[in-house]
């Protein structure tokens, strides 16, 4: 069993950061991957970022390539989304997950709680 807790959310003006934290407990050494999926209202949950357990390789969704970084503290077992350049297209509920399949929301084995960002002008 795994337990993800976010935080970090939050209104922001367009252009603006934030970094998004995920503390993991449990048996978190089972997954192969933890990464970041968001929900905007009306639309599908979808990836943003991932990064694998094993050797801290990263991929990231075209929507937030050169904006956002995601990156661990295997000593802290948090995981972290630093968002920058953000725009209103941005505005959803991030959710923290450990995956076990890598992209996909059927992939993900754990999910957090989720926490809201949003971009406003």
């Known amino acids: 069993q795994v337990q993800l807790v976010e935080s970090g959310g939050g209104p922001v003006q367009v252009g603006g950061s934030l970094k998004l934290s995920c503390v993991a407990s449990?048996?978190?050494?089972?997954?192969?991957?933890v990464a970041w999926f968001r929900q905007a209202p009306g639309k599908e949950r979808e990836w943003v970022a991932s990064?694998?357990?094993?050797?801290?390789?990263?991929d990231y969704a075209d929507s937030v390539k050169g904006r956002f970084t995601i990156s661990k503290d295997n000593a802290k077992n948090t995981m972290y989304l630093q968002m920058n350049m953000l725009k209103p297209e941005d505005t959803a509920v991030y959710y923290c997950?450990?995956?076990?399949?890598?992209?996909?929301?059927?992939?993900?084995?754990?999910w957090g709680q989720g926490t809201q960002v949003t971009v406003s002008t």
């Open positions: 990064i694998w357990t094993g050797w801290s390789n990263t």
């Open positions: 449990g048996y978190t050494s089972s997954m192969n991957s």
């Open positions: 997950a450990a995956v076990e399949t890598p992209y996909v929301t059927s992939g993900v084995k754990y």
